[in-house]
């Protein structure tokens, strides 16, 4: 792209230029990758609403728990079983309970764990807490009972004596409460408030997943039963299930839809082994005072089930500029057909592929190489061989003996009207390819062998210092000079033929001028680079004439002092 250095290019409109390839076997490819990206990009536009704007859901949640539970001490209502949120949008229902009844401060045995079982009053440090124990240690070792000693703590007396959660749950009954969620949503982009309670709700239905899909009362047995587990079981240690709602909304007039859709899953680790308290509890105590005075309290261990409601969702509406973004990036997908199609050209030019003419065809059509602009290249053109060579070496020996790359050139026209004057029309078309290398009816004498450098093969070149003048018109020994082809002696060396081109680069040229010389000598170059590497004007930069055709248009055209300038090896 050109740098923006004036309005004009600012302006500027560029675009690319494309080779059509006429082939059934590339373009049925071509139209079998379009058609299966077109189904993909529609299948994705409708399945996933692509052309709608997305919006995430806020939400609130209420709930409230109904049932009443008999054991054999007791009754259990609603005020018992729930125990205030643990969490945000949760709720905790009790199905088993540890009780101490009647505790006061005071010192008494410590439990028997581990570290508190002794034998003397030097087993117990006074003062000493453990994170396991019930108290602070007085340093005395007492009876816990008749078998076992313990270190006396000052604690709630008497501590706790019961570690295992009874079996089955107090309240396995618990599965026949009902819970009602209330959940309100909103979508701020689009101003859009719902709930999960419709207006023709009734009180008297149960969730179930087939008949009432929508009801938002729940059967906490069918909710474990939902997440595949057993509620009699998951009651003896606790446990905690989620509640999902998920509000996936279509807010489009012609398809408008927004209800929740309920799932449940069990959200801890039910295989923890007893180390790693398995389930869920927690302690709380009820304080009261005798009348003495005296404080008492009951500790309660509760194991429950905790219900931790989970809500998510979005929604969309239609927009137009959502639309747009999506066919812009599905257009991308079209380039797979090219890139795909690009590949199977171009493979034939891996060496695990094998080669193949008619993909060697269609890549010499599409692609060209273009070397990087490097000081150190060069391209030179002998007359036994039809391509050009690449050089892209620092020379530390004759040109002539540097191997390169080979490049395939475009023959220019030299046959037109527009390059020749009309006068030599008629000795252009009788030269003819078959005399194009054939020598004059007038020879020249070789170069005495003593002054032949030794990377001559045509017996013109003359010594040179540079390494890259040291080069010849022929690869190999045992040819003519094409100085000596009647081709060399009309199309570079024609006098009237550089004049007219010079006037027809400056009709106003004085042919009188005393430079006219070096103007002719240039354009014979010009006319030797043209007629030898082609019409591409990237190899005429940096071609290199043979020292022997260089020569012999100085001898046609000299310098009036004798002195040339040379190959310029710019950098």
């Not at 890259?468 to 100085?483: M, S």
């Not at 042919?511 to 014979?524: D, F, G, I, S, V």
């Amino acid at each position: 792209m050109p740098a923006c250095c004036s309005l004009r290019n600012v302006c500027e409109y560029e675009t690319s230029k494309v080779v059509r390839i006429q082939s059934v076997y590339y373009g049925s490819i071509k139209w079998a990758i379009h058609s299966v990206v077109l189904l993909y990009v529609c299948i994705v536009l409708i399945a996933d609403k692509r052309y709608q704007k997305r919006d995430a859901v806020i939400s609130s949640v209420h709930t409230k728990v109904k049932g009443v539970a008999q054991t054999e001490q007791r009754i259990y209502d609603t005020a018992e079983y729930t125990i205030p949120m643990q969490g945000i949008d949760s709720f905790f229902v009790v199905t088993n309970i540890i009780t101490t009844e009647n505790q006061i401060q005071g010192p008494c045995p410590e439990f028997p764990i581990a570290k508190a079982i002794c034998s003397t009053d030097r087993s117990c440090a006074k003062g000493r807490m453990d994170p396991q124990s019930n108290g602070i240690q007085t340093g005395r070792c007492v009876k816990y009972n008749a078998t076992v000693k313990t270190c006396e703590v000052t604690a709630w007396c008497p501590v706790e004596s019961i570690k295992s959660a009874p079996k089955p749950a107090i309240l396995r009954s618990a599965e026949n409460f009902t819970v009602l969620i209330k959940n309100n949503i909103h979508f701020p982009k689009f101003n859009y408030t719902t709930r999960n309670i419709s207006p023709e709700f009734n009180v008297s239905c149960t969730y179930n997943k087939i008949s009432s899909p929508y009801c938002p009362i729940f059967r906490l047995g069918e909710i474990l039963q939902e997440a595949g587990e057993n509620f009699s079981e998951v009651a003896v240690q606790g446990g905690i299930v989620g509640i999902e709602i998920n509000w996936d909304c279509n807010l489009d007039q012609w398809l408008h839809r927004c209800s929740p859709k309920y799932g449940f899953r069990r959200l801890d680790d039910k295989k923890a082994n007893e180390a790693l308290y398995p389930g869920y509890n927690f302690r709380f105590a009820k304080y009261y005072k005798q009348a003495n005075g005296r404080e008492e309290r009951t500790l309660i261990k509760a194991y429950g089930i905790r219900f931790d409601i989970l809500v998510f969702g979005t929604a969309g509406r239609f927009n137009f500029f959502e639309l747009l973004v999506y066919i812009g990036s599905a257009l991308s997908y079209f380039g797979l057909a090219q890139l795909f199609v690009d590949f199977l050209i171009t493979s034939y030019t891996f060496p695990c592929f094998k080669s193949n003419p008619v993909k060697e065809y269609y890549y010499r059509k599409k692609c060209e190489s273009v070397p990087g602009p490097r000081w150190t290249l060069l391209y030179v053109a002998y007359v036994d061989e039809p391509h050009v060579v690449m050089i892209d070496k620092l020379l530390r020996t004759s040109l002539q003996k540097i191997k390169g790359e080979i490049i395939h050139r475009r023959s220019g026209d030299f046959t037109g009207s527009a390059r020749l004057p009309p006068r030599h029309l008629d000795e252009a078309a009788a030269l003819g390819n078959a005399q194009e290398l054939q020598p004059l009816q007038k020879k020249e004498d070789a170069a005495p062998h003593d002054q032949r450098p030794s990377w001559c093969c045509c017996g013109k070149c003359r010594p040179a210092q540079p390494y890259w003048e040291q080069l010849c018109c022929r690869r190999k020994d045992g040819g003519a000079c094409i100085t000596t082809s009647a081709l060399f002696e009309q199309l570079v060396l024609s006098r009237s033929a550089l004049e007219f081109i010079l006037l027809y680069q400056d009709p106003l040229l004085d042919l009188k001028a005393e430079a006219l010389n070096k103007q002719l000598r240039h354009t014979a170059y010009k006319q030797y680079i043209r007629w030898r590497f082609g019409e591409d004007s990237s190899l005429a930069k940096r071609a290199v004439l043979p020292n022997c055709c260089r020569w012999k248009i100085r001898e046609a055209f000299p310098s009036g002092d004798g002195q040339y300038t040379g190959f310029r090896k710019k950098k």
